[in-house]
């Protein structure tokens, strides 16, 4: 089963901030935060990953509460593009497996 | 990012005949390779982890007979499902991995998925 909660649906506007929350409350000292995103009949595409740090790259920012224990996915400038579903996944960068939840539906509105 | 590539993107078949998928990393040397179907409306099901010249290790549930896994090189995978059903049908979706300096393996790249319909 997957180790992480994150709401079923969230609504953005466009141009606008999207914070997509999850919970991982039993999440262990050395798993990872994983995020993945998934456009419809495509592959998952890989968006960012951190272990307790804040983390930022081209396409997002990972915050990670000290205690681990849930995280927010920030997509700073939502386009229609974006509108896809989104996996946050726990686990261990020494071969893990991901295990994918059902996620949250994101939908980017004009 | 990586690049993964899959082949063929979608393929038909009649039921009682099989079908290989391919997956490939195309600029980098995949010592892990992963093996996940989905449903219609459904999230990823991992189904086999595959290291390079080893025998694939499968998830409870799954048919290693029916879901024959090949990882032969660094960069390619195969997945042959034997004998199809029309419950077969599905979206197969492989993903690669390196190994890290220390032993760490490097995040998960996905392929743009494989569409299967049996008839």
């Known amino acids: 089963d997957a180790k992480t909660t994150q709401p079923t649906s969230m609504d953005c506007a466009e141009g606008r901030a999207a914070n997509l929350p999850c919970n991982h409350s039993?999440?262990?000292?050395?798993?990872?935060v994983y995020w993945y995103r998934q456009i419809h009949s495509q592959g998952p595409q890989y968006i960012i990953h951190g272990l307790k740090n804040n983390e930022t790259n081209e396409m997002a920012s990972l915050i990670i509460t000290e205690d681990r224990k849930s995280s927010t996915l920030i997509l700073p400038h939502a386009t229609l593009r974006d509108t896809a579903v989104y996996y946050c996944?726990?686990?261990?960068?020494?071969?893990?497996?991901?295990?994918f939840g059902q996620g949250t539906e994101l939908s980017v509105k004009p | 990012g990586a690049v993964v590539s899959q082949h063929p993107s979608r393929v038909i078949c009649k039921s009682g005949t099989s079908v290989k998928i391919e997956c490939r990393s195309l600029d980098f040397q995949a010592t892990t390779m992963f093996w996940y179907r989905q449903f219609p409306k459904q999230s990823l099901m991992l189904m086999a982890t595959s290291n390079e010249g080893s025998k694939a290790t499968y998830e409870q549930g799954v048919e290693k007979d029916k879901f024959l896994i090949n990882h032969a090189s660094l960069t390619l995978s195969t997945l042959t499902v034997t004998s199809a059903h029309p419950e077969d049908s599905s979206f197969y979706i492989c993903?690669?991995?390196?190994?890290?300096?220390?032993?760490?393996?490097?995040?998960?790249?996905f392929g743009p998925g494989t569409r299967l319909t049996v008839l």
């Open positions: 039993t999440i262990s000292g050395n798993e990872y």
């Open positions: 993903s690669a991995s390196s190994l890290l300096a220390g032993g760490a393996t490097d995040t998960q790249y």
């Open positions: 996944i726990v686990s261990y960068n020494q071969g893990g497996k991901l295990i």
